[in-house]
């Protein structure tokens, strides 16, 4: 058969499995919820939208949650071990349009999200970590270089600088870009360790005591601490004397913006180490998941131990709903308030230091993923060739690493000066239902509709008589319900009104099936007809 009206673009896609257990754990756990990042802004945040909330009940509910996605995820995964996820999954059993719809919104997700990490880069890390050097070592350029950091000409540049970064990381090859992710992520973990450990030995007094003597000279009172406290109060914060469910509920909304993608290994599935195998990709989702949920349950109770609970939720009301009443020059984040607990300079340096490494891992798996959506929709003729090309060298695809570089910059450069990011941020979610919808139909079809290939696969599992694909799908869809009815109902989680979401929804569906049936017709003409991939799966 003639090249160019062959199947499938090539019969090898020129990628290497080299993505060990550990590298792939750590890129699914910094992509879904980056320890140190997480922590430092979105978990408290919801204090100030939700007070009287549980965070660690939620966080603990989110687990839940999230177990019977992981399972559906790992089954799906190891069935077809191959680059595209979900897309390779829902094209074999449901339908190449769908798969596309699927695959469009997963990819356009992970765009949002890796602007996003390089946005808040300077806001969420360099703007605290150098507010601490600078209130340590009494450097008032340091304290300024905090200051000015979080400004959107420095956001900006910081922005743009670390996309670049990570672009040159991922152009160097896959094993060299997972040991710069690993070395970033040790680092980042290391300070958030330490930073731990000042929280254990730390006690409320000198928190207290600390955090008067840094605040004074931006609020012009003794008892900053307290004044926080009375300010809040007087910009209509309520303080409860115990949690409320009520206010827990939406919380989850809040951790699941993060929690919800610990299934992300599976993009990485042609390019990882033994993906056939139905426990190791399970192991690796289920790590992620715990390391995530466990140091943010931790940190949390460590915080609310040394700064307390009332203080932790005014300070974060403040900043959320009443800026013009927030005394600080940086935001309220994790990293700053470990910089309160102890004078050893030392340790406030690495503290500092280390939160800086954060959101380099955070951003890989948001670029990766949609850098293979675009080499195996070229791999199956639904882009052009160009972006399935690899280079012999590193086995990067350089084409499709160039576009989705030059998207996040866009999405980076209108997100900077617009005031409607947190909005898109919450859009992201969408897609993640959207994707995860998609999926649990599959799952639900699979046994049924590719019965040899379900057969012979490591999905063959049955529970009580009933295929294990087919219970995770069900609960898989109704926590995909609850998630929906959260983004309703409560319009603090960044959705405005149910219209906005009919809208998105709409939109992801017809652009996807524009990208299918416009490919479809132009391969057509030129006598290939690409359902013909859709067959088979693809070689590796």
Same mark, same amino acid.
């Given at each position: 058969m003639d090249k160019n009206t062959s199947i499938f673009v090539r019969q090898s896609t020129g990628l290497v499995r080299e993505a060990s257990f550990l590298d792939t754990a750590i890129f699914t756990a910094a992509f879904s919820a980056p320890v140190g990042v997480t922590l430092a802004f979105g978990v408290f945040w919801a204090l100030g939208a939700f007070p009287g909330t549980d965070i660690v009940l939620a966080t603990a509910l989110s687990i839940v949650l999230d177990i019977p996605i992981l399972i559906m995820m790992a089954y799906m995964a190891s069935s077809m071990p191959r680059t595209g996820g979900d897309y390779i999954w829902v094209s074999r059993i449901i339908s190449p349009p769908i798969a596309v719809i699927s695959n469009f919104a997963a990819a356009l997700s992970a765009c949002i999200g890796a602007a996003y990490w390089a946005r808040v880069w300077a806001s969420m890390c360099i703007g605290p970590s150098f507010t601490i050097l600078g209130n340590v070592l009494n450097n008032k350029v340091l304290a300024n270089i905090g200051k000015i950091a979080g400004t959107s000409g420095w956001t900006y540049f910081f922005a743009i600088f670390l996309t670049l970064i990570l672009a040159l990381s991922l152009s160097a090859g896959t094993k060299k870009m997972f040991k710069i992710q690993?070395?970033?992520?040790?680092? #980042?973990?290391?300070?958030?360790?330490?930073?731990?450990?000042?929280?254990?030995?730390?006690n409320q007094t000198t928190f207290i005591g600390n955090f008067n003597h840094f605040a004074q000279q931006f609020t012009n009172s003794s008892n900053s601490y307290k004044m926080i406290i009375e300010n809040a109060k007087a910009a209509g914060l309520t303080l409860m004397a115990s949690h409320s469910f009520s206010a827990t509920l939406p919380t989850i909304g809040c951790i699941m913006t993060f929690m919800l993608w610990n299934f992300w290994s599976v993009y990485l599935a042609g390019e990882m180490k033994s993906a056939g195998n139905r426990k190791r990709q399970l192991s690796i989702m289920l790590t992620a998941l715990l390391w995530d949920a466990g140091f943010i349950i931790i940190g949390a109770l460590l915080l609310f131990r040394v700064a307390g609970?009332?203080?932790?939720?005014?300070?974060?009301?403040?900043?959320?709903?009443?800026?013009?009443?927030?005394?600080?020059?940086?935001?309220?984040?994790?990293?700053?308030?470990?910089?309160?607990?102890?004078?050893?300079?030392?340790?406030?340096?690495?503290?500092?230091?280390?939160?800086?490494? !954060?959101?380099?891992?955070?951003?890989?798996?948001?670029?990766?993923?949609?850098? +293979?959506?675009?080499?195996? !929709?070229?791999?199956? +003729?639904?882009?052009? @060739?160009?972006?399935? @090309?690899?280079? @012999?060298?590193?086995?990067?695809?350089?084409?499709?690493?160039?576009?989705?570089?030059?998207?996040?910059?866009?999405?980076?450069? !209108?997100?900077?000066?617009?005031?409607?990011?947190?909005?898109?941020?919450?859009?992201?979610?969408?897609? #993640?239902?959207?994707?995860?919808?998609?999926?649990?139909?599959?799952?639900?079809?699979?046994?049924?509709?590719?019965?040899?290939?379900?057969?012979?696969?490591?999905?063959?599992?049955?529970?009580?008589?009933?295929?294990?694909?087919?219970?995770? #799908?069900?609960?898989?869809?109704?926590?995909?319900?609850?998630?929906?009815?959260?983004?309703?109902?409560?319009?603090?989680l960044g959705i405005s009104s149910p219209k906005l979401i009919i809208e998105f929804v709409a939109a992801v569906i017809l652009i996807g099936l524009a990208i299918y049936y416009s490919s479809y017709i132009i391969q057509k003409r030129k006598g290939i007809d690409i359902n013909l991939a859709y067959k088979e799966l693809p070689p590796e």
């Open positions: 690993n070395i970033c992520f040790f680092i #980042g973990m290391g300070g958030t360790l330490l930073a731990f450990l000042v929280f254990i030995f730390g609970y009332n203080f932790v939720q005014s300070i974060n009301f403040l900043y959320s709903n009443a800026p013009n009443k927030y005394p600080l020059p940086v935001p309220p984040y994790y990293n700053l308030f470990a910089g309160m607990i102890t004078k050893n300079s030392i340790i406030n340096i690495l503290i500092a230091i280390t939160f800086l490494f !954060w959101n380099l891992p955070a951003m890989v798996g948001n670029t990766f993923m949609p850098i +293979r959506t675009l080499f195996a !929709w070229s791999f199956d +003729r639904i882009l052009p @060739e160009k972006l399935s @090309e690899v280079n @012999e060298k590193t086995h990067s695809p350089i084409p499709a690493i160039i576009v989705i570089t030059t998207l996040v910059v866009a999405i980076i450069t !209108w997100s900077t000066f617009s005031s409607s990011f947190f909005t898109l941020l919450s859009l992201g979610v969408v897609c #993640g239902i959207i994707v995860i919808s998609i999926v649990s139909i599959s799952a639900i079809m699979f046994p049924y509709v590719q019965k040899d290939l379900y057969k012979s696969s490591p999905a063959n599992v049955n529970l009580f008589g009933i295929p294990v694909l087919v219970i995770t #799908g069900v609960l898989s869809l109704l926590v995909m319900g609850l998630l929906t009815y959260l983004l309703v109902m409560y319009p603090a």
